[in-house]
């Protein structure tokens, strides 16, 4: 498979309807591949509109996907991209997190390497807590990091176990930072603020920050990788298509920027004057709340990827004027 050409692969795609999964669905679409197997749990909110526009040759509900796979019932796939899972930084239930997050993964990708199929899934930034022990993507690393909620922790168990088990310079694991864009309205308390914050100013003109609780942080000044999924996505392709890239990346812009500028960028695009107020954190995630995310993206440029990466006022002003305003989902039909 070439970055740009995965014409003849076949293709299943965990998450599929989700943010990111159903993101990765639309830039394969566009690059002429639809022999997908989209997989997810739809439930009863609205994510099964992102697969509206899509093009895939089947669907499988989540808890259907392990036994079918054996005997290959669901046929022989070139590529699994594995986005399922709850991505709830407040979700409280270890034991649901454990089983969905880290059991499934674990037995995917066991399945995966058994049949020769590329394996790619989704790490997270998360797993880095609060920084202290670097943002570099080398596994040597792993065993120093401490995360700061059991979403984070659960995706930083498969990677200890991939890398345990030694497999996981055989599979690509994706530390996603921040990453915004179309197809997230679904994602509730965990949609970006850009999302919150449009509605928010075509609502009221104000869009509010959480204060910040540390003497070197003023409010609005915190700061995040904030990356547009657009480009994530041709990250993660790039990194699925690449045989011989192995191991964790970081999936990010590289540049860490604050709050207060992503909420500059919004009233930028909607073309109203900045009004931000700030707000209390809440108490529950005041001491798990990261202060400082920078994808180090070394690793990144080693294995090819020499896009340059969207600068952040461009990213939002096409997401708030192009999909937020108009209420439109990601379209293969449209770049």
């Known amino acids: 498979?070439?970055?740009?050409?995965?014409?003849?692969?076949?293709?299943?795609?965990?998450?599929?309807?989700?943010?990111?999964?159903?993101?990765?669905?639309?830039?394969?679409?566009?690059?002429?591949?639809?022999?997908?197997?989209?997989?997810?749990?739809?439930?009863?909110?609205?994510?099964?509109?992102?697969?509206?526009?899509?093009?895939?040759?089947?669907?499988?509900?989540?808890?259907?996907?392990?036994?079918?796979?054996?005997?290959?019932?669901?046929?022989?796939?070139?590529?699994?991209?594995?986005?399922?899972?709850?991505?709830?930084?407040?979700?409280?239930?270890?034991?649901?997190?454990?089983?969905?997050?880290?059991?499934?993964?674990?037995?995917?990708?066991?399945?995966?390497?058994?049949?020769?199929?590329?394996?790619?899934?989704?790490?997270?930034?998360?797993?880095?807590?609060?920084?202290?022990?670097?943002?570099?993507?080398?596994?040597?690393?792993?065993?120093?990091?401490r995360p700061l909620n059991m979403y984070g922790y659960s995706k930083h168990l498969f990677d200890l176990h991939a890398r345990r088990a030694g497999f996981l310079?055989?599979?690509?694991?994706?530390?996603?930072?921040?990453?915004?864009?179309?197809?997230?309205?679904?994602?509730?308390?965990m949609r970006s603020l850009v999302h919150k914050s449009t509605a928010q100013v075509q609502a009221g003109g104000v869009i509010r920050l959480f204060k910040s609780y540390r003497s070197d942080f003023r409010d609005g000044e915190q700061k995040r990788d904030f990356l547009y999924v657009k480009d994530a996505v041709a990250m993660t392709l790039h990194l699925a298509a690449s045989k011989r890239a192995g191991g964790l990346f970081n999936i990010g812009s590289g540049k860490a920027r604050t709050w207060l500028d992503l909420a500059r960028a919004v009233f930028a695009a909607l073309k109203r004057k900045p009004k931000i107020e700030f707000i209390e954190m809440p108490e529950a995630v005041r001491d798990k709340y990261q202060y400082f995310t920078q994808a180090n993206l070394v690793r990144l440029r080693a294995a090819g990827y020499t896009a340059p990466v969207t600068p952040l006022e461009d990213a939002v002003n096409d997401y708030v004027r192009n999909y937020l305003v108009p209420h439109k989902r990601l379209d293969p039909a449209v770049a």
């Open 169 to 189: 310079n055989r599979m690509v694991g994706l530390k996603y930072f921040n990453v915004f864009g179309p197809n997230e309205g679904h994602k509730g308390d």
């Open 1 to 145: 498979m070439k970055p740009n050409d995965f014409s003849d692969a076949r293709v299943l795609v965990t998450g599929g309807a989700g943010f990111i999964g159903s993101a990765l669905v639309w830039a394969l679409n566009r690059r002429g591949c639809d022999r997908i197997v989209v997989c997810d749990r739809l439930g009863t909110d609205e994510r099964w509109r992102n697969l509206t526009p899509l093009r895939f040759a089947d669907y499988v509900e989540a808890d259907d996907l392990l036994p079918r796979l054996p005997g290959g019932a669901l046929g022989k796939f070139d590529l699994v991209l594995h986005m399922g899972a709850c991505s709830s930084t407040t979700e409280t239930n270890a034991s649901f997190l454990i089983r969905n997050n880290y059991e499934f993964t674990r037995d995917l990708a066991t399945w995966a390497l058994g049949q020769k199929t590329r394996f790619v899934y989704a790490s997270s930034a998360a797993t880095y807590g609060d920084g202290s022990a670097g943002m570099d993507d080398d596994d040597g690393g792993l065993d120093k990091l």
